[in-house]
């Protein structure tokens, strides 16, 4: 029996075979989902998506092409039940190159991707490279789709597109990155395209509810604006820095006629910088008909903290509107035996991965990994970056060894995207051209005179005071009523409190806390701050990230001089005290028990060097400046990508873009972080409960956020070994929810420890 012949297709009632992109368990075909249709409302969607900068018709042809290689027998056999696996996605790729050319290979690289992922254009790569995939032997095309798809004869550019002049090889490496943007760009516009339309022809099936097209809408941003604005007329006007943070509000917004490009916004610590550009970013997108509002967050452990503010700030549109994403349960599918339901069951699951929503709170991590991605997850919501106001918080945390990568994605968004991007931060990073090569140009200041605002808000005097020994340090502690330390690792951290633990206040603070358990001790701080008694609090860098407390002194260990600010941020917050009365205190680390990873010893060398320089304004403006364009020169070009992305792109031509490679090698964090849910309350308890029965986990995994702890990789795989940790109703969720079995192994004053000798090493690692 020849199997390739299984099933053949039946005529349509015009008499000519009938093609089908989908099927459903009914027989009879009559609820089956056609080719033509599913291929025109792909291209149709992709069109829309990709109008956002100018590519409406690039994208339409992608959408158009994708599943081409469902109009031959082979594959609808195995719609009707035939088990070989049938190749669906090189046909169209194959007629993008050989109709549109240059043009049609940016085209290519998604289509043949759309369900695998991204491949290289040439050369080495998981995935089978591009130009392979095009010489393959592949089933006989039907010439039926001639008939059905309306393909242009020929693809322009998107409109408007704007190349990048410079001459020499950084002009070259960036012309190549601008297509392989391109390229990744309109991949977003194809697979949420696919994926809503699948989506769509299941619900329907199913008879479920379309929650895009049933129910409320979503809030305008002008909605949004109008809560905002009722927000911000209750907040408090007296004391010393209210008037100021109104001031600067009332600067900022004044600004969002400015047409759409690059901005910065550069305000002191406490100066009311995180609703200034959310009220900015508002104004200028309602003026400039930008569709959404993403703020980029550098550290997970802040995005709900962050996305909280704007909740309560948008009143009670603020729970629709706002959306987190940040990954911190791991995702689980089917099994992959049967691939053609893999795939239709990864559609669904990914449905929400869009960003379709008003205001979207992520992290870096999810923001330039997605923009340097491969897989259809990740690529999916980069079409929905285009026609935004991209706030980038703390922007001076992007990494240095992904630096030159970043700005130039940066870059990028601003040219060809109609994409705002707000450098958000008390301590600018100096990345404008030309002393920074290939860097950013036209940035304009939001903030009303950066240099005399600083000088406003200056509240401590900081100053370097030497090496201390772990008995030095102690004995500053106990001195102190009212102290934070904020140390580089977690062991250091929890070695600082057992020498205080038995002071009155003493707190500790670390990540291998779960959040719950974080804002507990961080209530009982600010109230025992309050009422003005004794609190010794020690911290890791955590306390750095947006944390509102206010002590008298801090006392830092060495590190860069943004740290730094950040702490100092943590000191005389409100400006209640004298600023000789606050002082912010650097100190060196004798013992080598506490030795900094050697990239933070390289900012911590540098911030030695201004503080010497600035010794009387080391957080000035001119100081911070400083402080980059050092550690930016002693890094090198090299550093600041040290994978070199740009220079793979330097020679590379439409059909030879190394889209895999690129991705596999842009990691913002080397080393995975896996999630463990400790128990710590009735609440985690109850929804722990409730996971074995629910049909559905999205509002439990959502609940379960604050009380994760992540673990190195290779922790969290020794805890697995030893029983400490295991899955919650494993054979309905796999190993998505993964529970803190012995419960002795979480501390109340250190949360998550072991005692075995073998985890040193991977906690001393970790922050």
């Not at 008499?15 to 291209?43: C, I, M, R």
């Not at 003005?532 to 260990?557: M, Q, W, Y």
């Not at 001119?622 to 994978?643: C, H, M, N, S, V």
Request: glycine share 8%; net charge neutral; charged share 25%.
């Amino acid at each position: 029996m020849d199997l390739t012949t299984f099933g053949t297709p039946s005529p349509s009632s015009q008499g000519k075979t009938a093609f089908y992109a989908h099927s459903t368990p009914d027989t009879n075909e009559h609820n089956w989902q056609s080719l033509p249709e599913h291929l025109l409302n792909v291209g149709h969607g992709a069109g829309e998506f990709a109008a956002a900068f100018g590519a409406r018709e690039m994208a339409e042809v992608k959408g158009y092409l994708h599943d081409l290689g469902k109009y031959t027998m082979p594959f609808q056999a195995r719609l009707r039940g035939n088990p070989l696996r049938v190749d669906h996605s090189t046909w169209g790729a194959r007629i993008a190159v050989q109709r549109f050319g240059p043009m049609g290979h940016l085209l290519a690289y998604g289509i043949a991707g759309h369900h695998a992922g991204l491949a290289n254009g040439t050369g080495e790569g998981e995935r089978t490279p591009l130009d392979e995939r095009l010489k393959a032997q592949l089933p006989e095309l039907d010439s039926t789709w001639e008939g059905d798809i309306p393909l242009p004869s020929k693809v322009a550019p998107p409109q408007g597109y704007r190349p990048y002049f410079e001459k020499g090889q950084q002009g070259n490496k960036r012309n190549s990155f601008q297509l392989a943007f391109l390229s990744r760009m309109l991949f977003s516009c194809l697979v949420d395209a696919d994926f809503l339309d699948t989506e769509r022809f299941y619900k329907r099936i199913e008879n479920q509810p379309d929650h895009r097209t049933e129910g409320a809408a979503l809030p305008s941003l002008a909605m949004l604006r109008e809560h905002l604005d009722a927000y911000l007329r209750g907040m408090p006007a007296g004391g010393d820095v209210n008037p100021l943070r109104a001031s600067i509000l009332r600067h900022v917004r004044a600004q969002a006629e400015e047409a759409p490009g690059l901005f910065s916004l550069t305000v002191p610590t406490g100066g009311g910088k995180t609703l200034a550009s959310l009220a900015f970013a508002l104004d200028h997108a309602i003026r400039h008909g930008l569709r959404r509002v993403i703020f980029v967050i550098p550290f997970t452990s802040i995005v709900e903290q962050n996305a909280a503010v704007f909740r309560k700030a948008l009143g009670p549109l603020g729970e629709v509107a706002v959306l987190e994403h940040h990954s911190s349960f791991v995702e689980q599918l089917p099994p992959r035996d049967d691939p053609e339901k893999y795939q239709s069951a990864k559609k669904l699951q990914l449905a929400m991965e869009n960003w379709d929503a008003p205001i979207v709170v992520t992290t870096a991590v999810q923001f330039f990994e997605g923009l340097f991605a491969a897989r259809p997850s990740q690529c999916r919501k980069l079409h929905n970056i285009a026609a935004s106001v991209v706030i980038l918080d703390e922007a001076q945390t992007m990494p240095l060894r992904l630096l030159r990568p970043c700005v130039a994605s940066i870059d990028e968004l601003a040219r060809n995207y109609r994409t705002s991007v707000v450098l958000c931060t008390a301590t600018q990073p100096a990345l404008e051209a030309p002393a920074f090569e290939g860097g950013l140009t036209g940035v304009r200041e939001l903030a009303p005179e950066p240099a005399k605002l600083f000088q406003k808000l200056e509240r401590v005097r900081v100053r370097h005071v030497g090496a201390w020994s772990d008995d030095e340090l102690a004995e500053q502690m106990r001195s102190r009523d009212q102290v934070l330390c904020i140390v580089n690792n977690r062991r250091h951290a929890r070695a600082v409190y057992q020498a205080m633990a038995d002071l009155p206040g003493a707190r500790h603070l670390t990540t291998l806390m779960c959040a719950k358990h974080r804002r507990e001790v961080l209530d009982e701080v600010r109230q025992m701050l309050k009422e003005k008694k004794p609190c010794r609090l020690v911290s890791t860098s955590l306390i750095e990230a947006g944390v509102d407390v206010d002590f008298p002194t801090v006392l830092r260990a060495e590190a860069g001089l943004d740290s730094i600010a950040q702490a100092a941020g943590r000191c005389n917050r409100e400006g209640k005290r004298g600023v000789d009365a606050s002082e912010v205190l650097i100190f060196a680390n004798e013992s080598e028990d506490w030795a900094p990873p050697p990239e933070l010893t390289a900012y911590a060398q540098t911030a030695r060097e201004v503080l010497r320089q600035f010794e009387g304004d080391p957080l000035s403006p001119p100081a911070i400046r400083r402080y980059f364009e050092l550690l930016y020169w002693q890094k090198g070009g090299d550093k600041l990508d040290e994978p070199n992305l740009m220079g793979l792109l330097s020679s590379a031509m439409p059909d030879s873009l190394p889209l895999e490679t690129l991705a596999t090698k842009f990691r913002m964090i080397d080393s995975v972080q896996m999630p463990v849910i400790i128990a710590f309350d009735d609440t985690a308890r109850e929804a722990l409960r409730a996971l074995e029965h629910a049909p559905g986990c999205g509002g439990l995994a959502r609940q379960l956020q604050p009380y994760l702890v992540q673990l190195p990789r290779q922790g969290f795989d020794a805890l697995y070994k030893a029983g400490a940790i295991a899955p919650v109703t494993p054979q309905k969720w796999g190993e998505q929810f993964m529970v803190l079995m012995h419960q002795d192994l979480y501390d109340p004053r250190f949360g998550l420890s072991w005692d075995n000798p073998s985890f040193i090493r991977v906690e001393s690692l970790s922050w």
